[in-house]
């Protein structure tokens, strides 16, 4: 079975710290893709990386970065030095080479950074 | 400007009655999506679609419906027989693997 796992429903933290986010995705395909979107309250969903199977280097882009690690099938994402403009509902979503590129998502962690 | 539009913004549905939502992309892509999103929930797939002319079934497709004639189009009617429309629908669209999002429709029922 495909399924995308967040745990984590709602996260909190003071502006300035750090904040991880954590996925847990499950597939029986060799290759497919690892996503992570923002959705702010206006509701539009924002991409903002994609990972393929084969590509396990970890990723940094400004205060963001991601950690994929195929043996524990986790694709985690750190804020760093958050800010409230990162307050946001993430989704997590993976798709698979025989998926006809439709993507499941998982059910997304509210994230609200406080001044 | 390159992107994703949907129309309307806010929708209002009667009992009985059929809307349809509007999603154009000028991004030249292939395949679009329609997906549905419950308060506190994720997106569920309704219909995509590959290629003009040619629609699938998503996972919740019942009381849906869609055409594709156009490349840059692909309206989604919300019909008398889905009981509980309530909702927000994001249309995408996709290239290299990479599905890209409107800016969502909320529908509401009166």
């Known amino acids: 079975a495909q399924k995308v796992t967040q745990a984590q429903t709602e996260i909190s933290v003071v502006e300035k710290e750090d904040v991880t986010l954590d996925c847990v995705y499950e597939?029986?395909?060799?290759?497919?893709?690892l996503f992570w979107y923002k959705q702010p309250p206006s509701g539009e969903l924002v991409f903002l990386i994609r990972?393929?199977?084969?590509?396990?280097q970890n990723e940094i882009s400004g205060r963001y970065s991601w950690n994929f690690q195929k043996s524990t099938s986790s694709f985690n994402f750190t804020i760093t030095a958050s800010q409230v403009v990162d307050s946001a509902v993430y989704f997590c979503?993976?798709?698979?080479?025989?998926?006809?590129?439709?993507?499941?998502f998982g059910s997304g962690t509210r994230l609200s950074i406080r001044p | 400007d390159g992107g994703i539009t949907q129309s309307p913004k806010y929708l209002f549905r009667k009992e009985g009655q059929n809307v349809t939502l509007s999603c154009e992309q000028n991004?030249?892509?292939?395949?679009m999506y329609w997906y549905r999103q419950d308060p506190g929930q994720g997106l569920r797939l309704i219909y995509y679609?590959?290629?003009?002319?040619?629609?699938q079934k998503g996972d919740i497709a019942e009381g849906y419906s869609v055409s594709r004639e156009k490349k840059e189009s692909f309206p989604l009617t919300v019909t008398s027989a889905q009981k509980n429309p309530t909702a927000f629908y994001l249309c995408?669209?996709?290239?290299?693997?990479?599905?890209?999002f409107g800016p969502g429709t909320r529908l509401l029922v009166l």
């Open positions: 597939t029986r395909d060799t290759t497919y893709y």
């Open positions: 995408a669209s996709r290239t290299q693997e990479t599905q890209y």
């Open positions: 979503a993976l798709s698979w080479y025989s998926s006809a590129s439709k993507i499941i």
């Open positions: 991004l030249n892509h292939d395949a």
């Open positions: 679609s590959q290629i003009v002319n040619d629609f």
């Open positions: 990972r393929n199977s084969f590509d396990e």
